[in-house]
């Protein structure tokens, strides 16, 4: 039902956590299931690329192993790269996903917009 | 939104994993989600007991929280005591959870009883 790359990211997370006092922080939740996600960026204010990428979720193991993918494809690009990183692509990272999955992994890339959204306003 | 009980189980879950050679092994999934669960069952023949109780899943938090919690409660009891284990008293353990999530707690009453029976059948 899942890929290797699925399951190996849902069971061995990259990026897991929080980051204090991040330039960023994006929320959203899912209507569909009632789960949440909450991403935290650290953003260098000169370069503006993302030195650090931290998730955390109440979500499945598509959720976490999207958001797993998610934050290593936009960890080291620049703002605009990163706003460039569709859900399309995470998934074809990790290949592919059953398609009543689909929309847990729109979780991680609503949360990256919503943090990078949360930085520009802040400057 | 969670109760701290909850959260608990969710970050800390007991008895997560597999069973080698278990006495019985139920394994379903969640319409809704498309999310699945299994639960390893080791009882010792004699006494009915359930000396060991283990289980995964790809479901979300709180579908790891249920688990991890009903695992605990069935833990120690005999067969026709487990049977009556209800996810009712599984969500009152952990103090409640949102309405959104209930169907996900539904997994561990589901998948225990699947292990039950298939227990019995080999019996
Ligand atoms: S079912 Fe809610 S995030 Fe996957």
Redo the contacts between chains.
């Keep these: ?2 890929s290797e790359k699925v399951m190996d990211h ?1 069971q061995h997370p990259r990026n897991m956590g929080e980051i204090e006092d991040a330039s960023g922080v994006g929320t959203v939740g899912n209507a ?5 996600m909450r991403i935290y960026l650290d953003i260098d204010d000169e370069s503006h690329i993302i030195r650090d990428c931290k998730f955390k ?7 976490v192993a999207t958001s797993s993918m998610a934050t290593e494809m936009v960890m080291g690009k620049t703002i605009e790269e990163a706003m460039e990183v569709t859900n399309k692509a995470v998934m074809e990272a990790l290949d592919g996903l ?1 398609p ?2 689909v929309h847990c992994s729109l979780l991680a890339e609503e949360a990256i917009h919503a943090a990078l959204w949360d930085y520009a306003e802040k400057h």
């Design positions: 039902m899942y849902f569909k299931c009632g789960d949440i979720t109440f979500g499945c193991g598509a959720a059953p009543v999955k």
